[in-house]
């Protein structure tokens, strides 16, 4: 399954998770700026291992809570925020949620 690209609070911004897990993915999170007609692609994240990201929340344009989960040994979610400074994305990892066997 794909996830719909979901827009910042004011559309300047589109979020898309890819959650396809039939086939490669070109990446596991993109943000474009909608200020460019075709959109420019500004951040691009792609994990070494499956990852399934989920969004929690568009804090406002440059700041938006997501959060991983991962089928490891131990199983746990990864909270993490990705934030715009100084017209650059960044991906900063959060807290850590084991999962009980």
Not at 19 to 35: F, H, P, T
């Amino acid at each position: 399954m794909r996830e719909i690209p979901l827009l910042s609070p004011n559309a300047k911004y589109l979020l898309s998770i890819d959650q396809n897990d039939a086939c490669e993915r070109k990446y596991d999170i993109a943000i474009w700026s909608l200020e460019t007609d075709p959109p420019k692609l500004e951040f691009k994240y792609r994990a070494k291992q499956y990852e399934s990201w989920e969004l929690i929340a568009w804090e406002d344009d440059t700041h938006i809570k997501v959060k991983a989960s991962f089928d490891a040994n131990k199983p746990y979610d990864q909270e993490a925020v990705l934030s715009q400074t100084a017209g650059r994305w960044m991906l900063q990892l959060g807290s850590r949620t084991e999962h009980p066997r």
